[in-house]
């Protein structure tokens, strides 16, 4: 069994910073690409930052410059550093990563409970 725990959320003014951090534990033969989403209120899931085993990244237009990934294979956690936070970013983030349990099964996706994070002064 594969669980993903998530913190490091909370209330934040704009312009200030947040750290997440999320912790794939259980039965992993290895990990390929992890990730952090975001759900606001009334709107779909979207794909804020991702970060593939060989450490390429992709980002989200609206947080290029202001966001960071990065992921520490030795203990299969990924962070996402939030930097200059606008009240847009307000959300629900949800850690995602693709894991093989087994070396001849398929990796599949996993999810995080998710971690509120609110910009508002």
């Known amino acids: 069994q594969v669980q993903l725990v998530e913190s490091g959320g909370g209330l934040v003014q704009p312009g200030g910073s947040l750290r997440l951090s999320c912790t794939a534990s259980?039965?992993?033969?290895?990990?390929?690409?992890m990730g952090w989403y975001r759900q606001a209120p009334g709107k779909q899931r979207e794909l804020v930052a991702l970060?593939?085993?060989?450490?390429?990244?992709n980002y989200a237009d609206s947080v290029k410059d202001r966001f960071t990934i990065s992921r520490d294979n030795a203990k299969n956690t990924v962070y996402l550093q939030m930097n200059s936070l606008k009240p847009e970013d307000t959300a629900v983030y949800y850690c995602?990563?693709?894991?093989?349990?087994?070396?001849?099964?398929?990796?599949?996706?996993?999810w995080g409970q998710g971690a509120q994070v609110t910009v508002s002064s």
């Open positions: 970060i593939h085993n060989g450490g390429s990244t």
């Open positions: 259980g039965s992993i033969f290895s990990i390929d690409a």
């Open positions: 995602n990563a693709l894991i093989k349990v087994y070396y001849s099964t398929p990796y599949r996706d996993y």
